[in-house]
């Protein structure tokens, strides 16, 4: 049957739900000048309950076909889906593939992703690349969102209420978005670099399909004592206001640090105190009560944000299936929702209670291979400052290097916590930051900052050269280009907005390393995987942090697969400095032990 739909686009609209219906809508595609896009209506935001209800197919060319999910007519899309001759495409297909894959179906023959083609053509002025966004942006076109289609909160509608026609419509709008999308964003990307989106998507899909084993037990023991400590704390605050109160509210904690104990007050709200983490990390010194109500804080975030949800996203397997979207961080770095494992704490001792809840099955291994400085060596790369590669070909210790040069102090001479500074010097410096945010973080006054950053620039000449070059560059060009060939417009450069044209200047400065450190993080997981399925053992990528992947390994595979890894990542890059990695591994993600690989 034929319903013609009126829309901004005017998509002729066919729903097929027999393989008579079907066949020639899909042949049509196949004869159209540019591949068919696909487009999903999946069922569940849940992972454990996902499903697909339907899916429209389009050629961008203002017609698309729809296929219920439950029709005669499934099974001869899914034979079209699996076809690796047959070239598709679609938007951020990592979720839809992880969905039919689940089901048994394998989808083959993807050429190209509107939403990594939106990526690499604007990666922060388009993010997060959302469909509707990128439509608009693209065609000019409005697409309805899914909470305008479907409502939100408790009147949210699942795709099987709203009506077939209206189900329809929304998906074939969409495909044809996607298609058309890809029509006008393909010809001008490198075709290398899409394929290698492409390519990490596979492995993505994998890593989401795979998930990581969690120990709920050892959450529940986590809870417990985290509980213990909280109150312990609570109790401490209270002895030392002198009377108990409500630390969670704003207005109480604040009568008693700025009125009662007369603290010094950094920040203001419309309505009074600001209490917020930021305003307290400026007075942690002041008194101890502040340390004890930052500690507090923590703990009750760490329990809300990670003991409990995490419980709420394991599958009846067992583990945790995060989400993991290459496609929409400004740059290129590895996102995770549902939950962001990308943020598991592990900086403290309360935090690696948190690790250690994630597990390896018996007869299996965590295994950890991160990079050494990662941002350093890419640094040293892209500037060719002596100060940097000579100490890091040495292996010397940056941080203890940008201590001695900051503080104008002898390399032996400086202890664990001026170490420290210069860890944080580095990061924020090599970012671009200013005196202010560094002062922030050292806590120290904005003059000493500036002073620290004046010697950090005498010390790193051509680091600072550099970062005013990409600067010129964007100014110039519009834009930065990273390791991988990757180009990232930077707009606001010429704003009469004061703060926005300072924002576009720091992402230009720092865009450039930002993204290169990206590029080598993501082409090392892609190699990784990639020599781990070549050689046929059951080891596996589980997620990426920052420059370390964790992998779960067979404990009688365990050496071999830590020097195929370890040099698959080496060799990401041939950078100036060969890179450096190290090698844990343990049954908890908190109890990795070095291991020595040749």
């Known amino acids: ?103 048994g179906v ?18 922060s002025g388009w993010a997060p690349h959302a469909l509707t966004g990128v439509a608009r942006h693209v065609l000019g076109r409005s697409l309805p969102d899914d909470d305008q289609v479907r409502g939100t909160g408790g009147e949210r509608k699942a795709w099987k209420d709203l009506s077939p026609e209206r189900a329809a419509k929304v998906a074939c709008e969409r495909a044809d978005a996607c298609a058309a999308i890809t029509r006008s964003l393909l010809p001008s990307l490198e075709p290398a670099l899409m394929r290698e989106y492409l390519e990490l998507s596979d492995t ?28 312990d704390l609570q109790a401490e605050i209270e002895a030392l206001a002198g009377h108990g109160f409500n630390i969670n509210s704003s207005a109480q904690l604040g009568k008693v640090l700025f009125e009662e104990l007369a603290l010094p007050v950094v920040l203001r709200t419309k309505t009074g105190f600001s209490t917020s983490n930021e305003a307290l990390e400026r007075i942690e010194h002041a008194h ?11 703990l009750r975030r760490l329990r809300d944000s990670w003991v409990s949800s995490l419980r709420r996203c394991i599958h009846p397997d067992g583990r945790v299936h995060s989400r993991v979207h290459h496609a929409r961080s400004f740059s290129g770095e590895l996102v995770n929702t549902n939950p962001d494992l990308g943020r598991v704490p592990g900086r403290t001792p309360e935090m690696a209670e948190i690790r250690r809840a994630f597990v390896a099955p018996p007869g299996r291994l965590l295994m950890s ?64 930051q200013g005196a202010s945010a560094l002062a922030l973080q050292l806590g120290i006054t904005a003059a000493q900052a500036k002073q620290y950053i004046a010697r950090f620039d005498r010390h790193y000449a051509k680091v600072r050269a550099f970062q005013d070059e990409q600067l010129r560059l964007a100014k110039e060009q519009g834009y930065i280009v990273t ?12 704003s009469l907005d004061s703060q926005l044209r300072s924002y576009a200047e720091r992402l230009a400065r720092r865009g450039t390393h930002e ?84």
């Open 1 to 103: 049957m034929e319903l013609l739909l009126s829309t901004a686009t005017d998509i002729r609209t066919t729903v097929c739900a027999t393989p008579e219906e079907l066949a020639p809508a899909l042949a049509s595609m196949a004869s159209a000048a540019n591949a068919p896009s696909m487009y999903a209506l999946i069922e569940d935001a849940d992972p454990q309950r996902e499903s697909i209800h339907g899916m429209a197919v389009s050629s961008g060319n203002a017609a698309a076909c729809y296929v219920p999910a439950h029709s005669p007519a499934w099974p001869e899309l899914v034979t079209w889906l699996e076809r690796a001759d047959i070239p598709k495409g679609g938007h951020d297909l990592i979720a839809t593939r992880v969905v039919l894959q689940r089901q």
């Open 106 to 123: 394998h989808v083959a023959g993807i050429i190209a992703d509107s939403a990594c083609a939106s990526h690499l053509t604007q990666p």
């Open 204 to 231: 993505l899909v994998r890593m989401e399909l795979t998930g990581i084993a969690i120990d709920v037990a050892q959450l529940d023991r986590t809870d417990v004592t985290f509980a213990a400590i909280e109150r």
């Open 288 to 298: 101890p009560i502040v340390e004890r109500v930052l500690r507090w804080r923590r």
């Open 369 to 432: 291979v991160d990079f050494n400085q990662l941002g350093l060596y890419v640094l040293a790369h892209l500037t060719q400052d002596p100060a940097l590669v000579e100490p890091l070909r040495e292996r010397a210790d940056m941080h203890r290097l940008t201590a001695s040069a900051v503080l104008e102090k002898p390399a032996e001479q400086i202890t664990l916590e001026e170490r420290q500074t210069g860890k944080v010097v580095n990061f924020a410096t090599f970012a671009g």
């Open 483 to 494: 390791l991988a060939g990757r180009r990232w417009p930077i707009g606001g450069l010429e």
């Open 515 to 598: 993204g290169s450190v990206a590029d080598v993080s993501r082409r090392a997981l892609l190699h990784a995987d990639r020599a781990l399925r070549q050689s046929g053992w059951s080891a596996v990528p589980l997620m990426e942090v920052v420059d370390e992947i964790l992998f779960e390994v067979a404990e009688s595979e365990l050496n071999a697969a830590a020097l195929l890894c370890a040099d698959a990542m080496r060799h990401a890059f041939e950078l100036t400095v060969p890179l450096v990695v190290g090698v844990e591994a343990g049954k908890t993600w908190a109890d990795l032990e070095p291991l020595q690989i040749d």
